[in-house]
């Protein structure tokens, strides 16, 4: 059973710093497509952020230049850095993993979800 566990989020002041953390656990052979989305209330989940293994990062518009995603495949870890928030950019962050396990099976999964709260 692969498990992803989300930390890092927390009260912050606009303008300032967190870096989020997302560590799959488990039988896990390779990490494919890893991306960060968030749900702010009242609204839909949105995509933040994605990265593919071996290629290039996407990131929304609404954080191009702010926030950084990143991925430690020996600990098989992604991360999103975010710099610069907003109080628009509060919400529940969720990680997101596209894994194949060690006996083949593919699966996504998602983490349990941080939340970020940026003051202004």
């Known amino acids: 059973q692969v498990q992803l566990v989300e930390s890092g989020g927390g009260l912050v002041q606009a303008g300032g710093s967190l870096r989020l953390s997302c560590a799959a656990s488990?039988?896990?052979?390779?990490?494919?497509?890893m991306g960060w989305y968030r749900q702010a209330p009242g609204k839909q989940r949105e995509l933040v952020a994605t990265?593919?293994?071996?290629?290039?990062?996407n990131y929304a518009d609404s954080v191009k230049g702010r926030f950084t995603i990143s991925k430690d495949n020996a600990k098989n870890t992604v991360y999103l850095q975010m710099n610069g928030l907003k109080p628009e950019d509060a919400a529940v962050y969720y990680c997101?993993?596209?894994?194949?396990?060690?006996?083949?099976?593919?699966?996504?999964?998602w983490g349990q979800g941080t939340q970020v709260t940026v003051s202004s």
């Open positions: 488990g039988s896990i052979l390779r990490m494919n497509t």
């Open positions: 990265v593919i293994s071996g290629g290039s990062p």
């Open positions: 997101s993993v596209d894994i194949v396990a060690a006996d083949g099976d593919r699966q996504r999964c």
